[in-house]
């Protein structure tokens, strides 16, 4: 997690996680200060990938053993690093070099082994989409939502196989199951849940799906009568995820202000979920790998909420 631009390292264990390192404030090589954004793992979690908001056309390359920066990339574009995001699924886990790029109007595939960088491949667009959210599977395809609402997916650097529009929503993130069969879209009222293997069993990664063959998208909202007991009518959703357990996803969860919600994914029943109340504001939710454990970050402290995989 990052604190005042303080970068903590922390060790999970079976019941709670301990700081195993506090890095200094961080500066690029001119010197200055980094303000760090979007922080992923790299290189079996030895590395890890950041932006800064203050050069936002570079990606930054860290390495947690030696405790410095190892390269600095400048993608040169003249439109600033929306996001970036592993190649597949879990690739933080893996040596595999590669991830995804975007930017308002481009996506891109880079090669991080050497150490000027390499963009392998790489899409403009003449229009702007406003692209602003990228998140891949674990065979590498992958989607890109936009500020315009739209969710569109890939499975290679090309175009769309399929464009799912959601006029006038405000699309904050989104994840693929890791089946590659659902998306979920964090929007600012609700989750969307998207079943991308269409009426005629054909992925929409991979195959074109006319409109008559598309599943309903499902809308997750909690009741009337939850917002008004926890007063959330105001508090937007964020950091919608599927979580993983043997393989398979068992939950649907996102966070409202101080509050972490689960829908139980398997269960075919939508309408059903549990709401958490944890100390302070939730700033970010990950599922531990293939572990009955959510890690909660939260303004000043982190948790690990034991999550068993109960029917509620």
């Given at each position: ?81 929306k996001c970036i995001y592993p190649q597949k699924k ?121 409109n008559d063959k598309r599943n309903e ?96």
């Open positions: 997690m990052t604190e005042n631009n303080r970068i903590n390292v922390y060790h999970p264990s079976e019941i709670n996680l301990t700081q195993i390192k506090s890095l200094t404030p961080i500066k690029n090589s001119l010197g200055n200060n980094i303000n760090i954004n979007q922080m992923n793992f790299f290189n079996k979690g030895i590395n890890l990938l950041f932006l800064d908001n203050n050069n936002p056309n570079v990606i930054t390359n860290y390495d947690l053993i030696k405790n410095k920066i190892v390269n600095e990339w400048n993608i040169n574009n003249n439109n600033k690093i879990f690739d933080q886990l893996t040596e595999n070099t590669l991830f995804y790029g975007i930017t308002s109007k481009s996506m891109f595939l880079f090669d991080g082994r050497l150490k000027e960088g390499k963009i392998n491949e790489e899409k403009k667009y003449e229009s702007n989409y406003n692209f602003n959210y990228i998140s891949s599977g674990k065979n590498g395809q992958f989607a890109i939502s936009s500020e315009k609402g739209d969710v569109r997916i890939f499975n290679k650097i090309d175009k769309a196989t399929n464009l799912f529009s959601f006029k006038k929503e405000c699309i904050n993130a989104i994840d693929i199951s890791n089946n590659g069969n659902y998306i979920l879209i964090t929007c600012n009222n609700y989750l969307i849940f998207i079943n991308v293997l269409g009426k005629n069993k054909l992925n929409g990664f991979y195959k074109r799906l006319i998208p499902i809308y997750l909202k909690l009741s009337d009568n939850d917002l008004k007991q926890y007063n959330l009518y105001n508090v937007k959703f964020a950091n919608g995820k599927f979580s993983i357990n043997d393989e398979n996803e068992n939950d649907i969860i996102c966070s409202l202000g101080k509050y972490l919600v689960i829908w139980k994914f398997n269960s075919g029943k939508y309408d059903k979920y549990k709401i958490i109340e944890m100390e302070d504001n939730i700033l970010s939710i990950e599922f531990r790998y293939m572990k009955n454990q959510i890690i909660v970050t939260m303004p000043k402290n982190i948790t690990v909420y034991n999550h068993i995989y109960e029917s509620f």
